[in-house]
């Protein structure tokens, strides 16, 4: 016989069993009220980086750094939920603003930053919860503390949840790129980073839910794109953006849906001021996204088209998805410097023209 049993209750017992057994117990009367697979039994509890990867945040690791760098900070950051991904797991937005906590308005001039629109970059989650960590533990240095005091800041570390829990769960990484929407084929994801309604789904994306770079049924068809929609709409305050994702040691601005330069020429020079000054930094390549290739549906053409937010893409470095723990702290600290030059010209991004 090959049964194990767990628990003994009053009228149930609960334990392992070989699939064959299922029929002799139903034989003998047993009604079984609940199964699962060892596999997905063993997958509940898996769910994390594997051991090498581990100063990697998991979900439930971002949820709790965010939770105590809001706690210890109270004066200055206050965390809240800007939505509710596919799976229902909120995403995490910790405000950074000395004023004004939560989801109360603000005048002040407005940055975001946003990690992980693709589940296998977990490298941007890093970057994002390190410019938290960082701006909180320097919040009595001069600069920063002009920034905290006179911007309203927001870090969006883990947009696209689910699918970075997913790509991890089994302990050996799926290289899974979209969020976990079950689409109507039944394959997995759409990808966010095509689902911004900005000539949706016109280059560079595909309306095959099979595909990588599937743009989903319509423009914001997903709970997390439709989350930063919704945020930025009632954020008219929010004047730069950045969205991290990795890897190719670049620093992108619009256009990404068009092989064409900006056709606003001031605010293409912005652009190029603002990139020069974060590659300072990063030592990054800085360039028109659409010289990569080009995607329509992204994040930081429709920010620009819809909102006029200075929007910038960083293709963190280290020449792979999972690029180990070593890349860390270089990535952080250097990027963090980026992310602070971006705060110093928040306040009026045109002033580097002048
Ligand atoms: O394709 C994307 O969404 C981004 N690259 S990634 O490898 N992280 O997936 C690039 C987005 C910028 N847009 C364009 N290059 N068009
Ligand atoms: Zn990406």
């Not at 949706?200 to 439709?226: I, Q, V």
């Not at 190719?248 to 256009?255: F, N």
């Not at 180990?324 to 270089?330: K, L, N, S, V």
């Not at 030059?341 to 928040?346: A, F, I, P």
Request: hydrophobic letters at 35%.
């Amino acid at each position: 016989m090959r049964r194990d049993i767990v628990e003994i209750k009053a009228k149930s017992v609960s334990g392992f069993v070989h699939k064959a057994e299922l029929a002799v117990l139903a034989e003998k009367g047993y009604v079984v009220e609940a199964k699962m697979t060892i596999y997905d039994y063993a997958l509940q509890y898996l769910k994390d980086f594997p051991p090498a990867d581990a100063a990697y945040h998991n979900y439930k690791e971002t949820t709790e750094l965010l939770n105590t760098l809001a706690a210890n900070n109270p004066e200055t950051a206050s965390l809240f939920s800007a939505g509710k991904t596919v799976e229902g797991r909120d995403i995490w937005c910790l405000r950074l603003n000395t004023t004004e906590k939560g989801g109360k308005p603000s005048s002040k001039p407005g940055a975001l930053y946003i990690g992980n629109h693709h589940a296998r970059e977990h490298l941007s989650n890093e970057v994002a919860l390190g410019l938290a960590a960082y701006l909180l533990e320097h919040k009595n240095d001069a600069d920063i503390k002009k920034y905290l005091q006179t911007l309203d800041i927001y870090i969006i570390p883990m947009l696209n949840a689910d699918g970075a829990e997913y790509d991890i769960k089994t302990g050996k990484y799926r290289w899974h790129r979209k969020n976990t929407r079950i689409n109507a084929d039944k394959t997995i994801g759409v990808d966010l980073n095509r689902n911004y309604d900005m000539r949706w789904c016109t280059a560079g994306a595909s309306h095959s839910p099979y595909s990588d770079t599937y743009c989903g049924t319509a423009p914001f068809s997903e709970p997390e794109t439709l989350a930063v929609k919704k945020f930025i709409e009632a954020r008219k305050n929010i004047k730069t953006l950045m969205s991290y994702h990795s890897y190719s040691d670049l620093l992108l601005y619009p256009w990404a849906g068009l092989d064409t330069p900006l056709e606003n020429e001031k605010d293409r020079k912005v652009f190029e001021k603002l990139a020069k000054g974060m590659v300072a930094f990063t030592g990054y390549k800085p360039e028109q996204a659409s010289d990569l290739y080009v995607a329509t549906g992204d994040t930081t053409d429709w920010a620009y088209a819809t909102a006029g937010i200075f929007a910038f893409t960083t293709e963190l470095e280290g020449g792979g998805f999972y690029p180990g723990t070593g890349i860390i702290a270089r990535a952080v600290t250097n990027n963090v410097k980026a992310a602070v030059y971006l705060l110093s010209v928040t306040d009026d991004p045109y002033k580097v023209l002048r």
